[in-house]
């Protein structure tokens, strides 16, 4: 056994001990500069607003501060209520979203139209618009329809914002499957259905769930179209934490807790999920 062994590290062609060190160092680095924001919220989160304002520790740590937020005063949103709105939203936008990319993206990776390149840029460049400069005629035709103020404009906005992005990503994803399996279930009639179900959803699983948390979290955490559509009875949770700001006090160690309890659906979805995100995200990086 070689040194190198001995010290668990084993060095690529090329590679220096000085060099594999200072990755690691700058790794680190980056990690504790993600991170700090985070533990500083949540570490915040505990304290009562004097300590909070003042940054100090003088009164120790609680829960008081997710106990105040849990519970609403009279004319304030309420966390059940935007905890509810959100979650109906999400989850339907994302339903219609993948069943509307599935075959989409399918049918764009085995039969492409003819400049399908310029199709599915088309269909990428939709995140590119600024949200702002489209607030305008939404709002008219939203509130032509009655829409203002609930669920159904959300759902619809969401489904239109996150279907360029899945229809994008699935179609990669369905190219890594073997076409071999793709021609056989074609020669012996399969339908598409049961050519999605049997053969192309088995293999293209771990990018589907990358896809459809990544529309999960981007649906989740929306503001802009929220809090300018929804600022009565269809709130949602990012409109719940910014109404824990206050103008008459100190409100930090309550925005923090609030923060924390908006970012934990998101954060158990994409820790539940990982395997399978972490897959379906490096799918295609390796031929």
């Given at each position: 056994?070689?040194?190198?062994?001995?010290?668990?590290?084993?060095?690529?062609?090329g590679e220096s001990?000085?060099?594999?060190?200072?990755?690691?160092?700058?790794?680190?680095?980056?990690?504790?500069?993600?991170?700090?924001?985070?533990?500083?919220?949540?570490?915040?989160?505990?304290?009562?607003?004097?300590?909070?304002?003042?940054?100090?520790?003088?009164?120790?740590?609680?829960?008081?501060?997710?106990?105040?937020?849990?519970?609403?005063?009279?004319?304030?949103?309420?966390?059940?209520?935007?905890?509810?709105?959100?979650?109906?939203?999400?989850?339907?936008?994302?339903?219609?979203?993948?069943?509307?990319?599935?075959?989409?993206?399918?049918?764009?990776?085995?039969?492409?139209?003819?400049?399908?390149?310029?199709?599915?840029?088309?269909?990428?460049?939709?995140?590119?618009?600024?949200?702002?400069?489209?607030?305008?005629?939404?709002?008219?035709?939203?509130?032509?329809?009655?829409?203002?103020?609930?669920?159904?404009?959300?759902?619809?906005?969401?489904?239109?914002?996150?279907?360029?992005?899945?229809?994008?990503?699935?179609?990669?994803?369905?190219?890594?499957?073997?076409?071999?399996?793709?021609?056989?279930?074609?020669?012996?009639?399969?339908?598409?259905?049961?050519?999605?179900r049997s053969v192309?959803?088995?293999?293209?699983?771990?990018?589907?769930?990358?896809?459809?948390?990544?529309?999960?979290?981007?649906?989740?955490?929306?503001?802009?179209?929220?809090?300018?559509?929804?600022?009565?009875?269809?709130?949602?949770?990012?409109?719940?934490?910014?109404?824990?700001?206050?103008?008459?006090?100190?409100?930090?160690?309550?925005?923090?807790?609030?923060?924390?309890?908006?970012?934990?659906?998101?954060?158990?979805?994409?820790?539940?999920?990982?395997?399978?995100?972490?897959?379906?995200?490096?799918?295609?990086?390796?031929?």
């Amino acid at each position: 056994m070689t040194d190198h062994e001995r010290r668990g590290t084993k060095l690529g062609v090329g590679e220096s001990r000085a060099g594999a060190i200072g990755l690691g160092v700058a790794a680190w680095a980056v990690a504790m500069l993600w991170i700090f924001p985070i533990a500083w919220t949540v570490f915040t989160s505990f304290k009562t607003e004097q300590d909070a304002s003042s940054q100090t520790l003088h009164h120790g740590l609680s829960f008081h501060r997710y106990s105040d937020v849990s519970h609403s005063t009279v004319g304030t949103l309420a966390l059940r209520t935007a905890f509810t709105n959100s979650l109906v939203v999400v989850l339907v936008s994302t339903v219609v979203v993948m069943l509307l990319a599935l075959p989409a993206a399918y049918a764009l990776a085995i039969r492409p139209v003819a400049k399908w390149r310029d199709v599915l840029f088309f269909f990428i460049s939709v995140k590119f618009l600024p949200v702002v400069a489209s607030i305008f005629p939404i709002y008219v035709y939203a509130e032509k329809w009655n829409l203002i103020g609930t669920r159904q404009i959300l759902v619809i906005l969401y489904i239109a914002i996150n279907l360029p992005l899945a229809i994008w990503m699935m179609r990669s994803f369905f190219m890594e499957v073997p076409r071999e399996l793709i021609e056989a279930s074609e020669i012996d009639g399969t339908s598409l259905f049961n050519q999605l179900r049997s053969v192309i959803i088995p293999i293209a699983a771990p990018g589907i769930a990358a896809t459809a948390l990544l529309c999960v979290i981007f649906a989740w955490n929306e503001y802009f179209y929220a809090i300018q559509l929804n600022f009565a009875g269809a709130s949602t949770m990012p409109q719940w934490v910014i109404g824990n700001v206050s103008t008459r006090g100190n409100f930090l160690a309550k925005l923090s807790a609030a923060s924390i309890i908006a970012c934990l659906p998101v954060v158990l979805a994409g820790w539940a999920a990982q395997k399978r995100m972490i897959r379906g995200l490096s799918m295609g990086a390796i031929k």
